[in-house]
């Protein structure tokens, strides 16, 4: 095994930290979500495509923060842009600042189902607004939804603290089954306001899948028929797969969709996006609004990073490091002898345990991400990783070799097991 890494400070803040903040890290970024002992729990900075802990330990983060990275750490020209704005203007008042129609204009032009844009904060935010938009527009209370959506009351999957009554009009169908989505419609479709689906499937835990032949269409055709409103998160999928995002790739578009993560590198800003016809009960039905979901910085960073995401072809140069990436790790993966599968080319890398009855899986997968992780790359076991474009042909290079040599160490290991098993059975 490659050696333990120092992770004293880390251990020392987090020990700190439970005594002050429930938990000590808020959800996911709890160490159980890691292989706890092996793993960092607080950062210290991050520049392009690497991170360093407090201990000082360096790695290759192809986490992404989740999501929101995909140019890369502390990019100059966007904060730049942010920082400029803070001295020369203000960024939150009590009415709105004019980067607003600007970011307004550009989803349009970009994105093929957004007549008209609303600016929050993250994706919860925005899944949340974009349901209940479809529920004053429909005057219907139901809704069919795909994928994760966010921690709020209608969708988070840990139920402690919420009434059944503001999650039971809701039911969940499985991504590329269309017949999932069929048998809840067919039973609830005249009352149901809403389909929310990423477009990307991408559960936690599990590969990563594109969608079928037919299998979006198959949901629009669904969601016209019974008079649903159709909406595509594309919190993980959008300024990543292609700037218009999935629904431009695929070339499905909804009624109503979802941006967030990479939308603005890192700073805090979302959106829903659609059809006027529908975004209008938003202008006198609906209320949205909040005192931060105005405030301007995130749509400076928004605006700049999709500048420089349009100026340098950041996108299509994401997807190639990705492609070459992932053809080496998947080749990697399938000749390693260990039950393991590739998933998320080109962009959401994921390597992903089988499962098995005696849940040996649950023991790789530890010892791979152990591995990992103590090698200098950071990702995490439960959730896929991503590209972002800062990460180098060497960061790639040296991250491949990590993953080939993880690999080969708990081969190497459950070689010496079966070895010790066997002479110790023979004695
Ligand atoms: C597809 C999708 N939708 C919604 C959300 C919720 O976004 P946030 O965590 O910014 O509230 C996430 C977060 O991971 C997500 O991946």
């Known amino acids: 095994m490659a050696r333990k890494l120092k992770l004293t400070k880390s251990d020392r803040l987090y020990k700190e930290a439970c005594q002050l903040i429930p938990g000590g890290v808020l959800g996911i970024r ?4 890691f292989v706890p002992g092996e793993y960092p729990i607080f950062f210290e900075s991050g ?27 502390r990019e100059e020209e966007i904060d730049e842009a942010v920082i400029e704005q803070i001295r020369n203007k203000g960024f939150c ?35 949340t607004a974009a349901i209940r938009i479809a529920r004053a527009y429909t005057s ?33 169908f499985h991504y590329n089954d269309l017949t999932s989505l069929e048998a809840i419609m067919s039973q609830h479709g005249s009352e149901t306001a809403a389909i ?43 300024f990543r797969v292609s700037l218009g995002g999935a629904q431009e790739l695929y070339n499905v578009i909804p009624d109503l969709s979802l941006f967030g993560k990479a939308m603005g590198n890192g700073y805090p800003i979302s959106a829903v996006v659609g059809k006027a016809e529908i975004m209008d009960v938003a202008r006198d039905k609906v209320f949205i609004s909040s005192t931060f979901f105005p405030n301007s910085l995130g749509q400076i960073a928004a605006l700049k990073t999709i500048e420089i995401m349009e100026r340098d072809k950041i996108l299509t140069k994401v997807r190639e490091k990705g492609s070459k990436f992932c053809v080496a790790v998947e080749e990697i993966v399938s000749a390693s002898g260990i039950p393991c599968e590739f998933s998320g080319a080109p962009l959401m890398p994921f390597i992903t345990f089988i499962k098995d009855k005696e849940q040996h899986y649950k023991e790789l997968r530890n010892q791979f991400y152990t591995e990992l992780i103590r090698r200098g790359l950071f990702l995490q076991p439960y959730h896929h990783g991503y590209i972002a474009y800062r990460h ?36």
């Not at 000082?56 to 140019?71: H, K, Q, R, S, V």
């Not at 993880?406 to 004695?427: D, G, P, T």
Request: hydrophobic content about 35%.
């Open 93 to 127: 008042f009590s009415l709105t600042q004019r980067t607003q129609n600007a970011l307004a204009k550009k989803m349009r032009e970009l994105i093929p189902c957004a007549e008209q844009s609303l600016f929050v904060k993250t994706g919860s935010d925005a899944a």
């Open 140 to 172: 219907r209370s139901k809704v069919a939804r795909c994928g994760y959506h966010g921690w709020h009351d209608w969708c988070v999957e840990v139920k402690a603290g919420i009434p059944q009554k503001l999650y039971e009009d809701v039911y969940e």
């Open 30 to 33: 709890r160490p159980y979500n």
């Open 392 to 427: 180098t042909d060497e960061d790639l290079k040296q991250a491949t070799a990590a993953i080939a040599d993880a690999l080969a160490a708990i081969k190497n290991e459950s070689i010496k097991q079966a070895n010790h098993n066997s002479s110790s059975y023979r004695s």
């Open 47 to 73: 520049k392009g495509g690497r991170v360093i802990d407090v201990d000082g330990n360096e790695y290759i983060d192809m986490l992404c923060a989740y999501g929101p990275i995909i140019i890369g750490h």
């Open 196 to 238: 929310i689906i990423t477009p990307i499937g991408h559960p936690l835990s599990a590969k990563v899948e594109e969608p079928k032949d037919g299998f979006l269409e198959g949901v629009k055709e669904i969601a016209e028929r019974y008079g649903a409103v159709l909406i595509f998160d594309e919190i993980r999928s959008g």
